[in-house]
C-alpha cells in the first residue's frame, strides 16, 4: 500500500475539479489548497531523510505501477482543463473569479502537467516522451524538453544556464532571463542537432518548428471550437504554469555555482549544486522531486528511487513554501542567503 502514497499527487486535480465547479472564492480552492494547506502538512508530518535499500530500490525500479501514476495524468489534465474551457464558455464570471480560475489551472497545468512532463521526458521509451511533450502543451512550454535535456544538465551552476538564479537576483528578474535564455537556447541546441544528423532546417526532424504548429493550433482551436474568452483563458493559464515551473528552477538552483578547473572546464555537478528538500508531503505531490541532487547525478533515474545526499544543501522549507517565499525577495534573502556556500556567494 506504501507505493499507491503517490496517489496524492492527484489530490492538486481534485482540488482544481472543485476550483472549476465553482464560483466566488471556490475559483481559489486549488490556490488555498497548493499554497496554504499543503505547507501545513508538510510542517506537520515533517521530513524523511531515508534512502532505499538497494533490493527494495531494485524491485520499486521495475514495478509499473509508479509508471502508470505518471501516464494517467494525460487524460486528468486534459479532461479537466476541457472541463475548464466549457465552465468558462457557458459562465459569465467576475473578474475575482476569472484570476481564480486561471491559478488553478495554472497550478494544475505546473504540478501534474510540467512537472509530470519532465519526468518522462527523461525516459527512453519513445511513447513515455511522447506524453511527456503532450503535457507540456497546454503550458505553452513544449522547448523545455530541448532546453533542459540538452542545456540544464549539462550547464547548470554556469552563466550558461538559464535555469540556474543568481545568487541575489530577485525571482522577478529571474522569470525575464530564464523564459527568455532557454527560449533562445532551445533554438541553439535544435539547430544543433539537426547539423548532427546532418539535417535542414525545415527538416520534419526539427522539433522547434513542430512546436510552433502544435501550440498555436491548440489556442487557435479554441476560439474555433469556443471563444476568445476561453482563448485567453487558457493562454494565462499555460503562462501562470510556466512562471509556475521558473519559481521551482529558481529555488533548485539559486545562488549554486559551479567552478571551472585548472584545465578550464567546469567540475562535475555534484550533489551541492542543488538545493533539496525532504518534507514529506512535498516530495509525494511533486514526485519526489525536491530529490533535486540524485536527479541532476542521473536524470534517468526514476522518481520513486531517488536518494538523498547529506551534502546537498536543503532548503528549511518544503517547496510550496519555498515557492511563496521566493514571491517575497526581501523574506528569500532573509532566509536563504545565509544557507548558500560561502564561496559562491561572490558574484559571476
Known amino acids: 500500500m506504501r507505493d499507491l502514497k503517490y496517489l496524492f499527487a492527484y489530490t492538486v486535480p481534485i482540488s482544481t475539479l472543485v476550483s472549476f465547479s465553482s464560483f466566488g472564492i471556490g ?24 534512502n532505499l535499500s538497494d533490493e527494495t530500490a531494485g524491485s520499486k525500479k521495475i514495478n509499473k505501477i509508479f509508471d502508470w501514476m505518471l501516464y494517467i495524468n494525460l487524460p486528468v489534465v486534459y479532461g479537466l482543463m476541457c472541463f475548464g474551457f466549457m465552465k468558462v464558455y457557458s459562465n459569465d464570471y ?12 495554472g497550478i494544475l497545468l505546473a504540478t501534474n502537467g510540467i512537472n509530470v512532463a519532465h519526468e518522462l521526458c527523461h525516459r527512453r521509451k519513445y511513447f513515455e516522451r511522447a506524453i511527456g511533450k503532450a503535457l507540456f502543451l497546454p503550458c505553452l512550454y513544449m522547448h523545455f524538453y530541448i532546453e533542459h535535456n540538452f542545456g540544464h544538465h549539462v550547464n547548470v551552476g554556469t552563466p550558461d544556464d538559464g535555469a540556474t538564479a543568481k545568487y541575489k537576483q530577485s525571482v522577478y528578474s529571474f522569470w525575464i532571463t530564464s523564459v527568455s535564455k532557454q527560449y533562445l537556447d532551445a533554438w541553439k541546441k ?23 504548429v ?20 487558457a493562454l494565462v493559464s499555460g503562462i501562470i504554469s510556466f512562471l509556475f515551473l521558473e519559481c521551482i528552477n529558481y529555488i533548485e538552483h539559486y ?64 517547496y510550496p513554501a519555498s515557492i511563496l517565499l521566493s514571491l517575497v525577495p526581501p523574506l ?11 564561496r559562491m556567494r561572490e558574484q559571476v
Not at 475559483?27 to 531515508?50: E, Q, R
Not at 476569472?98 to 489551472?105: F, K, V
Not at 535544435?190 to 510552433?212: A, C, P, T, V
Open 27 to 50: 475559483t481559489y480552492t486549488a490556490v488555498f489548497y497548493a499554497f496554504v494547506l499543503l505547507p501545513i502538512l508538510d510542517v506537520v508530518l515533517g521530513k524523511d531523510n531515508s
Open 94 to 105: 467576475t473578474l475575482f473569479e476569472m484570476i481564480g480560475m486561471c491559478l488553478s489551472a
Open 190 to 212: 535544435q539547430i544543433q542537432l539537426l547539423r548532427i544528423k546532418k539535417k535542414s532546417f525545415f527538416s520534419i526532424k526539427n522539433d522547434m518548428l513542430w512546436y510552433h
Open 214 to 233: 502544435f501550440q498555436p493550433a491548440y489556442l487557435g482551436m479554441l476560439i474555433i471550437v469556443f471563444s476568445p474568452k476561453v482563448f485567453l483563458f
Open 255 to 318: 545562488g549554486l555555482k559551479r567552478f571551472k578547473m585548472p584545465s578550464g572546464r567546469y567540475e562535475r555537478v555534484q550533489a551541492h549544486h542543488s538545493w533539496n528538500s525532504n518534507h514529506n508531503i512535498g516530495r509525494i505531490v511533486l514526485y519526489e522531486l525536491t530529490r533535486h541532487s540524485d536527479h541532476h547525478f542521473k536524470a534517468s533515474k526514476k522518481y520513486q528511487i531517488l536518494d538523498c545526499h547529506d551534502e546537498a544543501p536543503q532548503l528549511p522549507f518544503g
Open 332 to 342: 528569500w534573502f532573509y532566509f536563504i542567503n545565509p544557507l548558500v556556500p560561502e
